[in-house]
């Protein structure tokens, strides 16, 4: 087995050059085990990097000395807190408004379970990550799509008829934003964040906000948190450090609300907080205080790999849309003039050996498209879209 144990993770450096494929191959995550040796994993959103040092110590301090029990504190919020107001600029977000929660998928759950009831609709726009879908429909709720415009941004036309659809329908409402937006990248703005806000309280739909990838955004890119625009009182939304610093196995989230949502996340039960795992909520506590110049090691090198990613399509196989956003590690293309059908990834896997996001249950839009994953060593993702490119031939 190589040995990754001196790999200096707790400086600065490019997190995406410090494992090889064979010590990535020793993973026992499901990135890593649901295909054969012979394929490149490019799918799940896990990053190919080490643990920032000071997380990884954190949590081996608390396994050290059996700190493993309930959580118990506030920590996790001061620490969103403090990082908003150094990095967006969020200097009222109160930490007596927020509560963790076990992950964001069962956080904007149990937000859309404050402000709904089963039977209720809840406004998504389309393609969005698959469990919108999947985790609405188990809790009863039908999901109504207001699909994202040609160039990826908010279409206010669809949305204000998806609001009035899921109204039509009796009961309550409301709208699951993906901010920043899961597969596609975009980064909505301050000002498509107001207009939101103003469409919500027109038509009396509730807003939760699922700012997983908030922290991701690329330098030079302004990420403005929905709860900061105005008329956002009455919004709800879900982080989590488990995207930026690769903690999905590790989960733990943050619910925040508006202050005219105050009670609502008031309702929210108490044995749900308690489900969060307490070395989770230290780990991501740590990454929020701590883990800083991790972060800005791994963004440029992300913003490498997307320019990479871009060049190598364009060259190798021109026929599929790209359009980099900052928002995210992952990637949305568009294979449709490729001729391999619905399910292009269906073909990359079987074909060129490389594991790929299907499109289709990402929503309306979905057919003939892929999300890829590039947050992994520049070789790995070259050689991704060489096997790719393979496909066609």
Not at 3 to 11: A, F, K, L, M
Not at 69 to 81: D, F, L, M, Q, T
Not at 171 to 178: D, F, K, N, S
Not at 364 to 376: D, E, F
């Amino acid at each position: 087995m190589s040995d990754v144990t001196n790999v200096p993770n707790d400086v600065p450096g490019n997190p995406l050059r410090q494992l090889t494929l064979d010590q990535l191959r020793q993973r026992t995550s499901e990135k890593w085990r649901q295909y054969p040796d012979d394929v490149l994993p490019l799918w799940v959103a896990e990053m190919d990097v080490l643990p920032a040092g000071p997380i990884a110590k954190a949590v081996t301090d608390a396994m050290a000395m059996g700190d493993t029990g309930y959580p118990s504190g506030n920590a996790y919020g001061e620490a969103v807190a403090a990082f908003a107001a150094a990095r967006w600029g969020w200097h009222d977000l109160d930490p007596e408004l927020t509560r963790p929660l076990p992950d964001v998928t069962l956080g904007f759950v149990e937000m859309l379970k404050l402000v709904t009831s089963p039977g209720d609709a809840v406004v998504v726009n389309s393609p969005v990550y698959p469990p919108f879908y999947t985790f609405c429909a188990l809790h009863g709720r039908k999901v109504i799509e207001a699909p994202l415009g040609p160039a990826g941004r908010i279409d206010f036309v669809a949305l204000a008829a998806a609001f009035e659809l899921a109204l039509g329908r009796g009961g309550r409402a409301a709208y699951l934003l993906c901010s920043p937006h899961n597969p596609t990248g975009t980064v909505h703005t301050g000002a498509e964040l107001a207009r939101v806000a103003r469409l919500a309280a027109d038509y009396g739909v509730r807003v939760v906000a699922d700012e997983a990838h908030a922290p991701l955004v690329a330098p030079g890119t302004a990420f403005t948190p929905y709860l900061t625009v105005p008329g956002c009182e009455a919004g709800l939304a879900v982080t989590s450090a488990a995207k930026a610093w690769n903690l999905a196995g590790i989960g733990a989230a943050l619910a925040i609300a508006g202050p005219a949502a105050a009670d609502d996340l008031a309702r929210l039960p108490r044995a749900m907080s308690n489900r969060a795992s307490h070395i989770g909520i230290i780990a991501h506590t740590t990454a929020f205080r701590e883990g800083g110049p991790w972060l800005d090691a791994l963004l440029p090198a992300l913003e490498d790999n997307r320019r990479l990613l871009a060049a190598t399509l364009a060259e190798r196989l021109p026929g599929i849309g790209y359009r980099p956003q900052p928002g995210t590690y992952l990637a949305w293309l568009d294979c449709r003039e490729l001729g391999l059908g619905p399910d292009p990834a269906a073909a990359f896997l079987e074909r060129g050996r490389v594991a790929l996001n299907s499109g289709i249950p990402f929503g309306t839009g979905g057919k003939g498209h892929v999300r890829l994953n590039y947050a992994t060593t520049p070789e790995i993702l070259a050689e991704a879209v060489e096997r790719m490119a393979h496909t066609l031939n």
